[in-house]
């Protein structure tokens, strides 16, 4: 599995929170049976399985063909789990519209449980000193289901000497396997 490429901006002397989201490289699909038009847009999913806001695409709607997103070629929605068979996505409003049939797309969540994180910063992509590292417990902690929480206080923030790096973050699971999920430059403002 190829880690995913995204970019760390800190700016010194500010909090840096952000929430991770490991997705299962395979997809799910299911079959949505009604379409609320309403604001927020509801979506009534039986079983879709999710345990906490998740990234989604939608295909195969009609009457509605914003909703529709390609997976791999375009963003995903912000789904807020509602029940166990209904979904809402708070960007969209569906007042007016008669939005029906299609499925929801989705990469399940990496199960996380019993597992620990460790971030590295270093001075290059191809290593170099290490500048910082966070570790479970130690400024990243579980979030949902799939999730883990990045964060570097102000203390933290304000102590930064260097300007720029290569990060990448890493989980060890229970069985003792390593994946590296994520990799990218970093900058730090002022």
Do not use: C, K
Request: glycine share 10%; aromatic share 8%; charged share 20%.
């Amino acid at each position: 599995m190829q880690p995913a490429l995204m970019p760390l901006n800190l700016i010194r002397g500010a909090t840096y929170r952000d929430t991770r989201r490991f997705m299962q490289p395979r997809r799910e699909y299911r079959d949505i049976s009604a379409i609320a038009p309403s604001a927020p847009l509801r979506l009534t999913v039986p079983g879709h399985q999710l345990l906490g806001d998740w990234l989604v695409w939608v295909a195969g709607v009609s009457g509605f063909p914003e909703l529709n997103r390609v997976p791999g070629r375009q963003l995903a929605h912000r789904a807020e789990v509602i029940d166990a068979d209904t979904l809402e996505i708070n960007s969209l409003s569906g007042i007016g519209l008669s939005p029906a049939g299609g499925q929801l797309i989705y990469q399940p969540p990496v199960d996380l449980s019993g597992a620990t994180a460790r971030l590295v910063i270093r001075e290059r992509e191809d290593g170099g000193n290490e500048l910082f590292s966070l570790a479970t417990g130690h400024g990243i902690s579980a979030g949902a289901p799939g999730t883990l929480v990045v964060e570097l206080d102000a203390e933290d923030t304000t102590a930064i000497s260097w300007t720029s790096g290569w990060y990448h973050l890493d989980v060890t699971f229970p069985d003792g396997s390593v994946s590296r999920f994520f990799r990218g430059p970093v900058t730090v403002e002022q």
